[in-house]
C-alpha cells in the first residue's frame, strides 16, 4: 500500500527519490492538443496554489510545466492491458512527479481528469508537512464551467480568492509515480430528486464530490410518484402538473431542457456521464396525476406524498400509454448525450407478469430505437432483454437468481446492493434521518464486501461496476443529503475502483480521514464514523 492519501487506491504507487515539484509561479500547464482538459488541469492546480496557474501552446520540454499526454496504448503507461476492456481503458493514468515537471498521462481524456484530482490528493501544503493539511480550499470543485452559478449554502463560493496580503502557502507534490486502472468501467451514484427535489446548483456539488473519487456514473431518479422533475417537451403537463409535490409536502421543483443540458456538460467536464431515469411502468402516480388518460377512468390519480412504494401504474392496454411511452423516452433520449436510458422497472406490486414484460419490452424497443442502451433494475430481467442491456441489482433478497438467467443470455450486471450501497439507510440507529428497511450500514459496511460474491458464479467480465444510491423520502436539505453521502461514498468509490489486493479496511480509514479535512475545507457535513479515529 502507501503512505499518499489517494483514494480510491491506485494500482500502483512508487515513491521516487527526491523533493518532488512545487507549485510556483513559473508553472504552467502545456495545452498540447487537448486545450480543454488543460484549461481544467490548470483551474484545479490554481485552485490548490492560490494562484493563476496559466495555459501555454507548448514547451513540453521545458522546466515547471505540467504535461498532458494522450498515449495510444498501455503498455505507453506502464500498464499491463490484458483484460483491459474500453471503459477500464477510458479511466486509466499515470501521474510522475520529479523536481522539473508533473506528467499526466492516459488512453483517453477521462484519464487526464482522473490523474488531476490525484494531483490535488498528494498535494502538500508547506514544504515538509504531513499531507493531511494538503490541499487549498475547495480542492473539490474543478474546473470552471460556463453555468457556474448560485451553490448550496453548505458550500463556501468555489472561486474565493485567496485573502490579497496573505502569500500563498507554497504547494508541493511528492516526487511519486502513480500507474492506476480502474476495476469497473461504471462507478456510479444514482441520486433521487422525485421524492425530495434539489436543483442544478447541489447536483454539481455532488458531481464535483464524485469527481474527486474518480466516479464516472451521475444517474438521475427524475420521476416517482410524488412529483416528476424533468420538462419533457412533448408532454409539457408532466412539470406543469406534476413537479409542484414532493414527500412530506416540501417544495417541488424540475429541471428544465437547458438545466439537464448544463448539467451534463458540467459532469462531463469532470469525466462524468448523465443517466437520466424515467421510472416505468410502476412509480409513475406523478404521471397519472398530470396525464388523466394513463388512467383506466381516464380521470388524473390524486397527487401523493408518502412514502409507500409499489402502488401505482401504467396499464398496457390503454390505448393512450404506448404513444406516452413513445414520446416521454424518445424525447428524454435525445436530451442525453450519454449512451444510457434507464427505464426503472422496480416494485410494480400490482400487475401481472405478462404485463408488466410487456411494458417493460416497449419501453426497451423505444429506448434502443432512438439509439441508447437500456438500464433497468432488477425486476427487468423477468422481460426479455437484448444483450448488453444493463440489469441493476438492488434487493439482495430475490436479486441473485432473478438476474442470473439475464446475465448468462448477455446482460451487464450494475450492482447496488442495498446493505451496502444504499446510503439512504441510516449508518445506526441514532441516525437521525435515513431509512432501515435494509437493515443499518456502517462505513465498514459500505466498504468490506466483494462485489463478486452478490451473485455468485458470475464472471467479473459481466459486472459493469457499482453504483451508491441515495434515495431521499427523508433526505430534505444538502446537508442530509452529504451528511448521508459522506464518507461512505468513499468506501464505495474503492469498492469500484481498486482490486481486492490493493484494498483494506485499516489502510483505507488511514486515507480516507485525509478526505475529510477537504469535505471540512468545502463545507460539506459528513458522518463521524466512530469506526475510523477520525
Ligand atoms: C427501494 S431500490 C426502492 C425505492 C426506495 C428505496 C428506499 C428501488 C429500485 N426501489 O423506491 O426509495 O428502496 O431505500
Do not use: C
Request: glycine share 8%; no cysteine; charged share 20%.
Amino acid at each position: 500500500m502507501t503512505d499518499l492519501p489517494l483514494v480510491p487506491a491506485p494500482s500502483s504507487v512508487t515513491p521516487t527519490d527526491g523533493p518532488g515539484y512545487v507549485l510556483g509561479p513559473r508553472t504552467r500547464v502545456v495545452a498540447g492538443t487537448h486545450p480543454e482538459v488543460a484549461s481544467a488541469v490548470a483551474h484545479r492546480l490554481s485552485r490548490l496554489a492560490g494562484f493563476a496557474v496559466p495555459v501555454t501552446a507548448n514547451g513540453a520540454d521545458e522546466p515547471d510545466t505540467i504535461v498532458l499526454r494522450l498515449a495510444d496504448d498501455a503498455a505507453a503507461l506502464g500498464l499491463p492491458d490484458a483484460g483491459l476492456t474500453p471503459e477500464r481503458a477510458a479511466g486509466a493514468y499515470r501521474v510522475e512527479v520529479t523536481e522539473r515537471r508533473v506528467t499526466l498521462s492516459a488512453l483517453a481524456v477521462d484519464g487526464l481528469l482522473h490523474a488531476a484530482t490525484v494531483l490535488e490528493q498528494l498535494a502538500v501544503r508547506d514544504a515538509g508537512a504531513a499531507p493531511d493539511t494538503a490541499s487549498a480550499p475547495g480542492a473539490l470543485a474543478a474546473a470552471p464551467a460556463p453555468d457556474a452559478g448560485p451553490v448550496p449554502a453548505a458550500t463556501p463560493a468555489p472561486d474565493a480568492a485567496p485573502t490579497p496580503d496573505a502569500a500563498p502557502t507554497p504547494v508541493r507534490l511528492p516526487a511519486v509515480v502513480v500507474v492506476d486502472t480502474p476495476r469497473f468501467g461504471w462507478r456510479g451514484l444514482s441520486v433521487d430528486v422525485a421524492r425530495h427535489f434539489f436543483g442544478p446548483e447541489v447536483l454539481r456539488t455532488v458531481v464535483d464530490v464524485m469527481a474527486s473519487l474518480r466516479l464516472n456514473v451521475l444517474h438521475l431518479h427524475l420521476t416517482d410518484d410524488q412529483g416528476w422533475r424533468l420538462d419533457v417537451p412533448s408532454r409539457p403537463q408532466l412539470v406543469d402538473v406534476a413537479s409542484k409535490t414532493a414527500v412530506g409536502d416540501d417544495p417541488g421543483g424540475y429541471y428544465t431542457v437547458d438545466d439537464l443540458a448544463e448539467l451534463t456538460a458540467y459532469a462531463r467536464g469532470r469525466g462524468i456521464t448523465v443517466v437520466p431515469e424515467i421510472d416505468l411502468p410502476g412509480h409513475v402516480n406523478a404521471a397519472l396525476h398530470a396525464l388523466g388518460e394513463l388512467t383506466p377512468s381516464g380521470e388524473p390519480a390524486d397527487p401523493y406524498t408518502g412514502i409507500e412504494v409499489g402502488f401505482s401504474r401504467l396499464h398496457a392496454d390503454l390505448p393512450t400509454t404506448e404513444p406516452f411511452l413513445r414520446d416521454v423516452l424518445t424525447d428524454v433520449a435525445s436530451m442525453t448525450p450519454g449512451p444510457y436510458v434507464h427505464i426503472g422497472g422496480d416494485e410494480v406490486h400490482t400487475m401481472e407478469a405478462d404485463e408488466f414484460a410487456r411494458l417493460v419490452t416497449t419501453a426497451a424497443r423505444i429506448v434502443e430505437e432512438a439509439g441508447k442502451t437500456v438500464v433497468g433494475w432488477q425486476e427487468v430481467a423477468r422481460a426479455t432483454l437484448t444483450p448488453g442491456t444493463v440489469v441493476q441489482l438492488w434487493d439482495e433478497r430475490d436479486g441473485a437468481e432473478l438476474v442470473r438467467p439475464a446475465v448468462e443470455a448477455g446482460a451487464l450486471l450494475l450492482l447496488s446492493p442495498a446493505s451496502k450501497v444504499y446510503l439512504d439507510l441510516k449508518y445506526d440507529a441514532h441516525t437521525p434521518i435515513g431509512l432501515e428497511w435494509a437493515g443499518h450500514v456502517e462505513l465498514r459496511d459500505s466498504y468490506d464486501w466483494d462485489p463478486l460474491a452478490v451473485v455468485p458464479g458470475v464472471p467479473e467480465s459481466s459486472v459493469v461496476g457499482i453504483e451508491a444510491a441515495l434515495w431521499t423520502e427523508t433526505i430534505r436539505t444538502p446537508d442530509d443529503l452529504f451528511f448521508l453521502l459522506l464518507p461512505r461514498l468513499a468506501a464505495v468509490a474503492e469498492v469500484a475502483w481498486s482490486q481486492p489486493d490493493r484494498r483494506s479496511w485499516e489502510d483505507f480509514g488511514r486515507r480516507v480521514r485525509h478526505l475529510a479535512r477537504s469535505w471540512d475545507r468545502a463545507g460539506l457535513p459528513w458522518y463521524r464514523s466512530p469506526q475510523i479515529p477520525w
